[in-house]
């Protein structure tokens, strides 16, 4: 069973910790840049609604590769409240650590919102919000489904010390599945997947339509993800090493 592990003080003062919030927020601000830019200019382009989800999920998957490989060696490369929440739920990231990523990462959103805001003369922010015809149970399984499978992919090609041949390109297929979720799922529910990405829309419009959903989907369907993942597929040997004590908190993965 994997255990997790709440933190303390100690994890905070480590000379390393600053930087992994730094590049958390950098990293965060800079993916929910480019899919809210995306998103803003698909719906400002002429261009048919099958080439604007091509267009917006093509630019999710190159922003996710990125950001993440950006960050991954110095934070984790999280930049989603539903990613941290499953690595926790994995044993690979204190409780602490990840309520200050959590605050970190809607703060990057949020402000990366209303810079577009302002950089693109007061345009609307598009809100993620589910489809006419799209029931709530609808739009919470399916915002489930497609975040069990990103996180499922992030445990099978990043987190697991026997991901074999995958080495080195867990962020690249993280990259791909998002995109892959976007065009599956983006008609009906815009397939967020991420807490922090539909949070700065939501604030800058101070519109919370189903904005529930959104929150409940990723972080139940995230946590399923890395219990089911831990218990079931990781081996049983130790596959993190953690800064000073065992109790300090930041997963780094092991090769």
Request: glycine share 10%; with cysteine; charged share 10%.
């Amino acid at each position: 069973m994997s255990r997790i592990t709440l933190g303390n003080k100690k994890e905070i003062l480590q000379k390393d910790f600053f930087k992994s919030l730094l590049v958390e927020f950098i990293c965060t601000f800079l993916y929910e840049f480019a899919g809210v830019g995306a998103a803003m200019a698909a719906e400002t382009l002429d261009g048919s609604s099958l080439a604007n989800l091509f267009f917006v999920g093509m630019a999710h998957a190159l922003a996710v590769a990125v950001m993440v490989s950006s960050s991954l060696h110095i934070s984790g490369g999280h930049i989603n409240p539903a990613v941290t929440l499953s690595l926790a739920v994995g044993g690979h990231c204190t409780v602490l650590r990840s309520l200050l990523y959590w605050v970190d990462q809607l703060l990057a959103s949020s402000l990366a919102c209303l810079s577009l805001r302002f950089l693109t003369g007061s345009r609307t922010i598009p809100i993620h919000q589910l489809a006419s015809g799209v029931g709530f149970m609808q739009g919470l399984l399916m915002e489930h489904i497609l975040t069990f499978s990103m996180l499922f992919t992030v445990y099978a090609t990043m987190v697991d010390p026997k991901k074999g041949v995958l080495d080195g390109q867990g962020p690249l297929l993280t990259g791909l599945i998002v995109g892959a979720n976007i065009f599956a799922g983006g008609a009906f529910t815009g397939a967020s997947m991420n807490p922090a990405r539909s949070f700065g829309p939501a604030l800058v419009n101070w519109n919370w339509t189903h904005h529930w959903v959104y929150w409940l989907g990723p972080l139940t369907g995230g946590g399923l993800a890395g219990f089911v993942y831990e218990n079931f597929f990781m081996p049983r040997t130790p596959s993190i090493s953690l800064p000073n004590d065992e109790e300090s908190g930041l997963f780094y993965i092991a090769n």
